[in-house]
Nanobody, 124 residues
């Protein structure tokens, strides 16, 4: 039903910026909440940010608040994660996920569809 494809990952120096994109197909995009998660080597996957279907409400993990911004363009069926002031501890594979309702969640179990992930590496 729903497919998600992340892009925009890469290598960046500490203090730099990177913008991730997640293109969606299938379903009614504007009614689906979306979230970004990340998984560093040897660690559990963790919540990063989420946005409601309408884009009117966003929620962030404490570790990224003030540095990362989630947004969406429903006309393009795309959600973005703008990452500023990047730190080496931000290094991880970043995943886009969606659920078939409009409200946000910080729980991995709440999301039914996942992208393949995109690698972000921040050098010191």
């Amino acid at each position: 039903q729903v497919q998600l494809v992340e892009s925009g990952g890469g290598l960046v120096q500490a203090g730099g910026s990177l913008r991730l994109s997640c293109a969606a197909s299938g379903g009614i995009f504007s009614t689906y909440a979306l979230g970004w998660f990340r998984q560093a080597p040897g660690k559990e996957r963790e919540f990063v940010a989420a946005i409601t279907g309408s884009g009117s409400f966003t929620y962030y993990a404490t570790s990224v608040k003030g540095r990362f911004t989630i947004s969406r363009d429903n006309a393009k069926n795309t959600v973005y994660l703008q990452m500023n002031s990047l730190k080496p501890e931000d290094t991880a594979v970043y995943y886009c996920a969606t659920r078939s309702i409009g409200s946000v969640s910080t729980s991995l179990a709440a999301y039914g569809y996942w992208g393949q992930g995109t690698q972000v590496t921040v050098s010191s």
